[in-house]
């Protein structure tokens, strides 16, 4: 069986999207450049499931792009839990106001425009899961500067760290600073003995990193 038809059978016995995130996607696909960066239907229910298992209080999200991810992990919030988003493109607000306020969730959403570095520490805020998924040249900076931000026994998600199979090229050759990026961050990862971890093989590569 191909690995298409594999796909289209996990779509077709999961949850459904719903109708708000499906025309986010179709509308993604019609007026943005780079509309496989959203995080898309198997990947969003996973996020929400996060959700549902963690019940985290406070949410932090690096790199909204669409607010695809963010609205599926706000469906799995409790009322009383909050998600700070992170993103430095502020061109994507206009794509995104609409879809946040159709959403019965936005009460649970803020969307913070600017550099998450920048950002991060003055939120005054501990989490119980960070999702990042900004520029793949800065997850090492983003993993230091939020580390101290999250809560023992918080969860860390970290998106496309296979990186379409590029994380396995030399490095010292490889001229894509983003490729760079994603491998020094999966080397920070390993060796980093304050944190148990796993990349699940999940779209281009989902590791989940748990704070001992």
Same mark, same amino acid.
């Given at each position: 069986?191909?690995?298409d /038809? !594999?796909?289209?059978?996990?779509?077709?016995?999961?949850d459904?999207? #719903?109708?708000? %995130? =499906? =025309?986010?996607?179709?509308?993604a696909?019609?007026?943005? %450049?780079?509309?496989?960066?959203?995080? #898309?239907? %198997?990947? $969003?229910r996973? %996020?929400?499931?996060?959700?549902?298992?963690?019940?985290?209080?406070?949410?932090?999200?690096?790199g909204?792009?669409? =607010?695809?991810?963010?609205?599926?992990?706000?469906? $799995?919030?409790?009322?009383? /839990?909050?998600?700070?988003s992170?993103?430095?493109?502020?061109?994507?607000?206009?794509?995104?106001?609409p879809?946040?306020e159709?959403?019965?969730?936005?009460?649970?959403i803020? !969307?913070?425009?600017g550099?998450?570095?920048?950002?991060?520490?003055?939120?005054?805020e501990?989490? *119980?899961?960070?999702?990042?998924d #900004?520029d793949?040249?800065?997850y090492?900076?983003?993993?230091?500067?939020?580390?101290?931000?999250?809560?023992?026994?918080g969860i !860390?998600?970290?998106?496309?760290?296979?990186?379409? #199979?590029?994380v396995?090229d030399?490095?010292?050759?490889?001229p *894509?600073?983003?490729?760079r990026?994603?491998?020094?961050f999966?080397?920070?990862i390993?060796?980093?003995?304050?944190?148990?971890?796993?990349i699940?093989?999940?779209? *281009?590569?989902?590791t989940v990193?748990?704070?001992?």
């Amino acid at each position: 069986m191909s690995s298409d /038809a !594999i796909e289209t059978y996990i779509l077709n016995h999961i949850d459904e999207e #719903g109708a708000l %995130l =499906a =025309a986010l996607r179709r509308e993604a696909h019609v007026k943005l %450049l780079h509309p496989r960066m959203i995080a #898309g239907h %198997l990947q $969003g229910r996973v %996020l929400k499931m996060f959700c549902r298992m963690i019940r985290p209080r406070r949410v932090l999200e690096i790199g909204a792009y669409t =607010a695809y991810a963010t609205l599926c992990m706000a469906e $799995g919030l409790d009322s009383n /839990a909050l998600i700070h988003s992170i993103e430095i493109n502020d061109e994507m607000e206009p794509f995104i106001r609409p879809f946040l306020e159709q959403s019965p969730d936005k009460d649970r959403i803020r !969307i913070h425009w600017g550099d998450a570095l920048e950002i991060i520490p003055l939120l005054n805020e501990t989490f *119980d899961l960070v999702f990042i998924d #900004g520029d793949k040249r800065e997850y090492c900076a983003y993993y230091d500067v939020v580390f101290p931000f999250v809560q023992q026994g918080g969860i !860390i998600l970290a998106d496309n760290t296979i990186w379409s #199979g590029k994380v396995t090229d030399d490095q010292t050759v490889s001229p *894509d600073r983003q490729t760079r990026g994603i491998q020094a961050f999966n080397e920070k990862i390993k060796n980093d003995t304050r944190i148990e971890k796993v990349i699940l093989p999940l779209r *281009d590569g989902l590791t989940v990193i748990y704070k001992l």
